[in-house]
C-alpha cells in the first residue's frame, strides 16, 4: 500500500505509522517527494487498510492490488524522471520531455579507443558513455575486460566530454571498486533475475539501467525493477533490449510493443538497445528510430570507431558516421513525437559560466530579432544594466539558447493585448520541460512607420513587419493598400528596409530603429490601439545544479501552470474549481494541442498570488498537489515577480 502523509505531520504521528507498519512485517521506503511524503509498504502480509487510514498523520491510503507495487501506475501515476548529473554543473534525465542518447563501445579495450569514441559520439549528440570493462561472454575463452582499468580509462573519457558513464555490473563482488568511476549502473540480460545483485544495487541509491531478459515476461521484468525500488533506489530506467524467439534472422527480436504495453503498467522511463535485439550493424539505425517513434525515452548503442577492430561485438558496432546519421533523423522524429533531444552544454559554455564567476562578467539574455526589437527594450526595462542583450533568429532558438547554457536567461513575448497570444511560444513551453518562467513583464508597444531618407505615404509599395506588428497595426495598413510583407521581428523589417535602400519600402517597427539603421519616422502611432501591450515572460534553465529561481529580491506575485484533463465529463470545470477554492484569481487560460496526441490539449494559466500571502513557494506547491487529485500531468511552469 502507499501511505500520503499530512504535511503538518509530527515525528511522533510518523514514528507511531512505522511501528505499526514493521510490527505487521512490512517493509517500509519513504519517499520524499516535492509536494507530497510517502510511505510504500509492501510485504508477505495482507493488512486491512482502514486500521492505518485512521491513524493521525495520514492523508489518505492507496492500495495496490500489482505484485510489483512500487513501479506500478497505481504507486506514481505520473512518469518518473531519472536525474543523472554531469560534470559540467548539468543535469540530463531520462523520461519526461526529453530524448537521451547513450553510446559508446561494447568493451573498454584502451585509453584511445575511449577518448575517440567520447569525442565521436559527444559530437553528435549523446549525453552519455557507455562502455563494459567487466563483461560477461557466452565463451570462457572471449575478451572479458580490462576490469579496473578499464573503469579508469571510461571515466577519464567521459569527464573530458561531459558525458556520465554507464557500465555493466555483473557480480555484488565487484561494487566496491565499480563506485568511485560508475555514475549509471547497467544490469545485463544474464543478471535481470540476479535478486541479489539488484538488492545490493538498489541499496546505493544510484541510477540503473535494467535490462530485460532473454525470455523475461514484461511483469517479470517489472518484478525485477521492484527489487531496485524496494531496496532502496527510485532511480530505475527500463531498457528492451530484444527477446529469443525462433527467428534467426536477427540476434534477437526487439519487442518495441512492450514500450505502450509498459506505459500504461509503470512510471519508470523506457529506453531502447537496437544494438543487442539486431546484432548487424546496417539493421539497427531504422529500429533506433522506431524505437523513438514507439514511444521509448531514449536509445543506447553501440559505437567503434574501428568496428573491424574491436575485441567485443565488432558486427554491431556502429561507425560514428552512421550514429551521428541517426542521431539528426532523431532530432527530426522529436517535434513530430512532442519531444527534444537533450544535448551536453558544451565545454565552451561551461568556461564562459566559469569565467564570468571569476569576472563578474554580465550574464547573458537572448531575444529574437535584431537589434531595436521591442524584445531588447523589454530586457533593458526588466533586467537595468545588469545583463547582456544578445540577438537569436526565432523563439525556438531562445529556449534552445537557454537549455543549452549558450545564454543565461531569454526574453519570450507571450500575448499581445490587440494581435492576442503567441502560440509557439505557449507550444514552447510546454516542450521544454527544462526551462522556467522566472520573471515577467509589460511593455507598451508604440509602432511607427520607418523608410529610408526621401520616401513618403505616396512613394511606399511594400511594408515589412512582424506579423505579430502588421496584425497590430491592421487598420492604418487597410486604409494604404501596401504589399505586407513578414519578418522574423520588427528591427529585422527596419534592417532590411535600410539594406534595400529603396523609398518603395517601409517597417513597421520601434521608432528607436530609425536611429540604429538610418532611418526617418514616417508616422508614429500607427498600432490600432494606443493602449497597446505585449507581455513578456523571462526564462532560465533548471537542469543544472544552480538553476536561477527568481530574479532580483521582490517577492512573486504569480504563476503559471499547464495541465491536461481526464477524458470524463466535467473535467475542466473540476479542474477550474480547484482554482476557485484556492482564491487563485486566474487572468489567463489558454488551450493548446498536444503533438502527437489528437484531440488532446494542454491547458495554460497564469494566477495571480494574493498580496497577503506570506510564503507563495509553499502555496502554490500545495496548490499544484490539489490540482492534481482532478487533472492529469500538472505542472509548474514559474513562480515569478511579474
Given at each position: 500500500?502507499?501511505?500520503?502523509?499530512?504535511?503538518?505531520?509530527?515525528?511522533?504521528?510518523?514514528?507511531?505509522?512505522?511501528?505499526?507498519?514493521?510490527?505487521?512485517?512490512?517493509?517500509?521506503?519513504?519517499?520524499?517527494?516535492?509536494?507530497?511524503?510517502?510511505?510504500?509498504?509492501?510485504?508477505?502480509?495482507a493488512?486491512?487498510?482502514?486500521?492505518?487510514?485512521?491513524?493521525?498523520?495520514?492523508?489518505?491510503?492507496?492500495?495496490?492490488?500489482?505484485?510489483?507495487?512500487?513501479?506500478?501506475?497505481?504507486?506514481?501515476p505520473?512518469n518518473?524522471?531519472?536525474?543523472?548529473?554531469?560534470?559540467?554543473?548539468?543535469?540530463?534525465?531520462v523520461?519526461?520531455?526529453?530524448?537521451?542518447?547513450?553510446?559508446?563501445?561494447c568493451?573498454?579495450?584502451?585509453?584511445?579507443?575511449?577518448?575517440?569514441?567520447?569525442?565521436?559520439?559527444?559530437?553528435?549528440g549523446a549525453?552519455?558513455?557507455?562502455g563494459?570493462?567487466?563483461?560477461?561472454?557466452?565463451?570462457?575463452?572471449?575478451?572479458q575486460?580490462?576490469?579496473?582499468?578499464?573503469?579508469?580509462?571510461?571515466?577519464?573519457?567521459?569527464?573530458?566530454y561531459?558525458?556520465?558513464?554507464?557500465?555493466?555490473?555483473v557480480?555484488?563482488?565487484?561494487?566496491?571498486?565499480?563506485?568511485?568511476?560508475?555514475?549509471?549502473?547497467?544490469?545485463?540480460?544474464?543478471?535481470?533475475?540476479?535478486?541479489?545483485?539488484?538488492k545490493?544495487?538498489g541499496?546505493?541509491?544510484?541510477p540503473?539501467?535494467?535490462?530485460?531478459?532473454?525470455?523475461?515476461?514484461i511483469?517479470?521484468?517489472?518484478?525485477?525493477?521492484?527489487?531496485?525500488?524496494?531496496?532502496?533506489?527510485?532511480?530505475?530506467?527500463?531498457?528492451?533490449?530484444?527477446?529469443?524467439?525462433?527467428?534467426k534472422?536477427?540476434?534477437?527480436?526487439l519487442?518495441?510493443?512492450?514500450?505502450?504495453?509498459?506505459?500504461?503498467?509503470?512510471h519508470?522511463?523506457?529506453?531502447?538497445?537496437?544494438?543487442?535485439?539486431?546484432?548487424?550493424?546496417?539493421?539497427?539505425?531504422?529500429?533506433?528510430?522506431?524505437?523513438?517513434?514507439a514511444?521509448?525515452?531514449?536509445?543506447?548503442?553501440?559505437?567503434?570507431?574501428?568496428?573491424e577492430?574491436?575485441?567485443s561485438?565488432?558486427?554491431?558496432?556502429?561507425?560514428p558516421?552512421?550514429?551521428?546519421k541517426i542521431?539528426?533523423?532523431?532530432?527530426?522524429?522529436?517535434?513530430?513525437?512532442?519531444?527534444?533531444?537533450?544535448?551536453i552544454?558544451s565545454?565552451?559554455?561551461?568556461?564562459?559560466a566559469?569565467?564570468?564567476?571569476?569576472?563578474?562578467?554580465?550574464?547573458?539574455?537572448?531575444?529574437?530579432?535584431?537589434k531595436?526589437?521591442?524584445?531588447?527594450?523589454?530586457?533593458?526595462?526588466?533586467?537595468?544594466d545588469?545583463?547582456?542583450?544578445?540577438?537569436?533568429?526565432?523563439?525556438?532558438?531562445?529556449?534552445?539558447?537557454?537549455?543549452d547554457?549558450k545564454?543565461?536567461?531569454?526574453?519570450?513575448?507571450?500575448?499581445?493585448?490587440?494581435?492576442g497570444?503567441?502560440?509557439?511560444?505557449?507550444?514552447?513551453?510546454?516542450?521544454y520541460?527544462?526551462?522556467?518562467i522566472?520573471?515577467?513583464?509589460?511593455?507598451?508597444?508604440?509602432?511607427?512607420?520607418?523608410?529610408?531618407?526621401?520616401?513618403?505615404?505616396?512613394?511606399?509599395?511594400?511594408?515589412?513587419?512582424?506579423?505579430?506588428?502588421?496584425?497590430?497595426?491592421?487598420?492604418?495598413?487597410?486604409?494604404?493598400?501596401?504589399?505586407?510583407?513578414?519578418?522574423?521581428?520588427?528591427?529585422?523589417?527596419?534592417?532590411?528596409?535600410?539594406?534595400k535602400k529603396?523609398?518603395?519600402?517601409?517597417a513597421?517597427?520601434?521608432?528607436?530603429?530609425?536611429?540604429?539603421?538610418?532611418?526617418?519616422?514616417?508616422?508614429?502611432?500607427?498600432?490600432?490601439?494606443?493602449?497597446?501591450?505585449?507581455?513578456?515572460?523571462?526564462?532560465?534553465?533548471?537542469?543544472?545544479?544552480?538553476p536561477?529561481?527568481?530574479?532580483?529580491?521582490?517577492?512573486?506575485n504569480?504563476?503559471?501552470f499547464?495541465?491536461?484533463?481526464?477524458?470524463?465529463?466535467?473535467a475542466?470545470?473540476d479542474?477550474?474549481?480547484?482554482?476557485?477554492?484556492?482564491?487563485?484569481?486566474?487572468?489567463?487560460?489558454?488551450?493548446?494541442?498536444?503533438a502527437?496526441?489528437?484531440?488532446k490539449?494542454?491547458?495554460?494559466?497564469?494566477?495571480?498570488?494574493?498580496?497577503?500571502?506570506?510564503?507563495?513557494?509553499?502555496?502554490?506547491?500545495?496548490?499544484?498537489?490539489?490540482?492534481?487529485?482532478?487533472?492529469?500531468?500538472?505542472?509548474?511552469?514559474?513562480?515569478?515577480?511579474?
Open positions: 500500500m502507499v501511505i500520503v502523509l499530512k504535511k503538518d505531520i509530527s515525528t511522533s504521528e510518523k514514528e507511531n505509522i512505522k511501528s505499526l507498519l514493521a510490527a505487521r512485517s512490512l517493509k517500509i521506503n519513504e519517499l520524499k517527494g516535492e509536494e507530497s511524503t510517502v510511505f510504500a509498504a509492501v510485504g508477505k502480509l493488512m486491512d487498510v482502514r486500521e492505518v487510514e485512521v491513524l493521525p498523520g495520514v492523508e489518505k491510503v492507496i492500495p495496490i492490488s500489482k505484485p510489483y507495487k512500487m513501479a506500478s501506475r497505481e504507486f506514481k505520473e518518473s524522471i531519472v536525474e543523472i548529473p554531469n560534470n559540467r554543473g548539468q543535469i540530463i534525465r523520461g519526461g520531455s526529453r530524448l537521451v542518447a547513450i553510446a559508446g563501445p568493451a573498454v579495450e584502451s585509453r584511445q579507443q575511449m577518448l575517440d569514441a567520447a569525442k565521436a559520439v559527444s559530437a553528435s549525453t552519455m558513455l557507455r563494459g570493462a567487466y563483461k560477461p561472454r557466452t565463451s570462457p575463452y572471449s575478451f575486460g580490462l576490469g579496473e582499468e578499464g573503469l579508469k580509462y571510461l571515466k577519464e573519457a567521459g569527464e573530458k561531459g558525458l556520465p558513464v554507464v557500465t555493466e555490473i557480480a555484488s563482488e565487484y561494487i566496491p571498486v565499480m563506485k568511485d568511476y560508475v555514475d549509471v549502473y547497467q544490469v545485463g540480460a544474464r543478471n535481470m533475475q540476479n535478486f541479489e545483485l539488484l545490493r544495487l541499496a546505493l541509491g544510484k540503473v539501467i535494467l535490462k530485460r531478459g532473454l525470455s523475461a515476461t511483469e517479470e521484468w517489472l518484478m525485477s525493477a521492484e527489487y531496485l525500488l524496494s531496496s532502496g533506489t527510485d532511480k530505475v530506467i527500463l531498457c528492451e533490449r530484444g527477446i529469443r524467439t525462433y527467428e534472422a536477427t540476434r534477437n527480436t519487442d518495441l510493443s512492450a514500450i505502450p504495453v509498459l506505459r500504461s503498467m509503470t519508470l522511463p523506457i529506453i531502447v538497445d537496437p544494438s543487442h535485439a539486431l546484432g548487424v550493424r546496417d539493421k539497427i539505425p531504422p529500429m533506433a528510430l522506431a524505437s523513438i517513434a514511444g521509448a525515452d531514449g536509445i543506447i548503442v553501440e559505437v567503434h570507431c574501428h568496428p577492430q574491436a575485441l561485438d565488432a558486427a554491431q558496432a556502429l561507425y558516421a552512421q550514429f551521428d542521431m539528426r533523423d532523431i532530432e527530426s522524429l522529436a517535434p513530430v513525437m512532442g519531444k527534444e533531444v537533450a544535448h552544454r565545454v565552451d559554455s561551461q568556461k564562459k566559469n569565467a564570468e564567476k571569476i569576472t563578474h562578467k554580465k550574464p547573458i539574455c537572448v531575444f529574437s530579432g535584431m531595436g526589437a521591442y524584445a531588447e527594450q523589454a530586457i533593458e526595462n526588466f533586467f537595468e545588469s545583463v547582456e542583450a544578445q540577438t537569436v533568429d526565432s523563439f525556438d532558438e531562445i529556449f534552445q539558447a537557454v537549455v547554457g545564454a543565461d536567461y531569454g526574453m519570450v513575448p507571450i500575448e499581445n493585448s490587440t494581435a497570444s503567441v502560440y509557439n511560444n505557449y507550444d514552447n513551453l510546454t516542450r520541460e527544462d526551462i522556467s522566472v520573471g515577467a513583464l509589460t511593455l507598451r508597444i508604440q509602432h511607427s512607420l520607418l523608410a529610408v531618407k526621401g520616401a513618403s505615404l505616396e512613394t511606399i509599395k511594400n511594408v515589412y513587419s512582424h506579423p505579430q506588428g502588421l496584425s497590430q497595426c491592421s487598420n492604418f495598413l487597410k486604409s494604404q493598400k501596401w504589399n505586407a510583407v513578414d519578418t522574423v521581428s520588427t528591427a529585422t523589417a527596419a534592417a532590411l528596409v535600410a539594406e529603396s523609398t518603395e519600402n517601409a513597421i517597427c520601434n521608432a528607436r530603429n530609425a536611429k540604429i539603421y538610418g532611418l526617418e519616422v514616417l508616422k508614429e502611432g500607427v498600432q490600432n490601439e494606443q493602449n497597446n501591450y505585449t507581455r513578456f515572460v523571462v526564462i532560465a534553465a533548471n537542469h543544472i545544479e544552480e536561477v529561481k527568481q530574479w532580483g529580491e521582490q517577492k512573486p504569480m504563476a503559471s499547464v495541465f491536461t484533463t481526464k477524458n470524463e465529463a466535467g475542466l470545470y479542474a477550474l474549481g480547484v482554482f476557485k477554492n484556492a482564491s487563485l484569481s486566474m487572468n489567463r487560460l489558454e488551450s493548446r494541442p498536444i502527437g496526441k489528437p484531440w490539449y494542454w491547458f495554460y494559466c497564469d494566477v495571480v498570488i494574493p498580496s497577503e500571502c506570506e510564503n507563495p513557494v509553499e502555496m502554490i506547491t500545495a496548490f499544484s498537489e490539489n490540482l492534481k487529485k482532478v487533472a492529469e500531468d500538472v505542472r509548474i511552469l514559474g513562480i515569478y515577480a511579474e
